[in-house]
């Protein structure tokens, strides 16, 4: 995976080395008419998805998704950690840096978080979970993720992605639009830095030092995000921006510049123990 964006291919890099990788390389050619006839027999059965192919019943459980995207496997004597609250979720957000105010999870839009967070935000958004509709609103179960990645925490990512994918509002009648093709499986070539309210990006908490690797933190990608990030250089304009003349420039507000924390001391969020 690769991208001539700086911030944007430090995030594939760390996402390569992550738990969730291999969930996205997950990828298989199937006939559009199989697919259709997915859709159109899915039906939710308590936790488990019943659906026909070619007239042969089948069912798919938690269990089975986990083992298809070599997420997650269950290991003997070692336990999932708990997952965050929705609050401590919140919290997680505001330390990365939102552009707005954020009091519940409906306020969150991944276009107004901080990069490098606004991108794996992205890649999980719309690479991960599938979405081809509101792609810029985060739910719980994809913020978890989101919070367990960046705090490199043993929780169930193959159970969140599997909440993801069943939380479809009524998935016997799944748009016809929204069908996933083998096609959409490059969706990491089409994902934005950039919103199109946006004429340059803004940075947030620096990149905690333990996402990295020696070979990530020397690469060129890094040195250009790592400036940008601590303020030592600006970062591009999109090229619609720099073709504006002067007037446009005038009417353009200044983002405000966001504190950063340094690699070395950026925390790490854990979700309250349970009592």
């Known amino acids: 995976i690769q991208s001539k964006e700086a911030t944007l291919q430090?995030?594939?890099?760390?996402?390569?080395?992550?738990?969730?990788?291999?969930?996205?390389?997950?990828?298989?050619?199937?006939?559009?008419?199989?697919?259709?006839?997915?859709?159109?027999?899915?039906?939710?059965?308590?936790?488990?998805?019943?659906?026909?192919?070619?007239?042969?019943?089948?069912?798919l459980n938690l269990e089975a998704f986990r083992e298809m995207l070599h997420v997650s496997p269950r290991i003997p004597n070692q336990p999932f950690a708990d997952l965050p609250t929705e609050e401590e979720v919140l919290e997680f957000l505001r330390f990365l840096g939102h552009s707005q105010d954020i009091r519940y999870l409906t306020d969150v839009n991944v276009n107004k978080l901080y990069q490098p967070w606004r991108s794996f935000a992205s890649v999980i958004n719309k690479c991960l979970t599938g979405k081809s509709s509101g792609v810029d609103s985060f739910r719980l179960s994809q913020a978890q993720m989101f919070w367990g990645l960046y705090n490199r925490i043993n929780i169930d990512f193959a159970y969140l992605i599997w909440e993801d994918f069943v939380y479809q509002p009524s998935i016997s009648r799944?748009?016809?639009?929204?069908?996933?093709?083998?096609?959409?499986?490059?969706?990491?070539?089409?994902?934005?830095?950039l919103s199109r309210h946006q004429a340059t990006q803004q940075y947030g908490a620096i990149l905690p030092i333990e996402l990295t690797t020696n070979e990530i933190r020397n690469s060129k990608a890094y040195q250009e995000y790592y400036a940008y990030a601590m303020g030592e250089a600006t970062p591009k304009p999109k090229v619609s921006a720099r073709k504006k003349k002067g007037d446009s420039a005038s009417s353009t507000t200044t983002p405000t510049p966001t504190p950063t924390t340094t690699a070395e001391s950026a925390p790490r969020l854990f979700a309250s123990a349970k009592g």
């Open 174 to 193: 799944h748009n016809r639009i929204h069908w996933h093709y083998v096609r959409d499986d490059a969706l990491f070539s089409t994902i934005k830095v």
């Open 10 to 59: 430090v995030v594939y890099d760390v996402l390569r080395n992550s738990p969730l990788f291999r969930a996205f390389q997950v990828t298989a050619d199937v006939p559009d008419i199989y697919m259709q006839e997915f859709w159109a027999t899915a039906k939710l059965h308590h936790t488990s998805i019943r659906f026909k192919i070619d007239t042969k019943k089948s069912v």
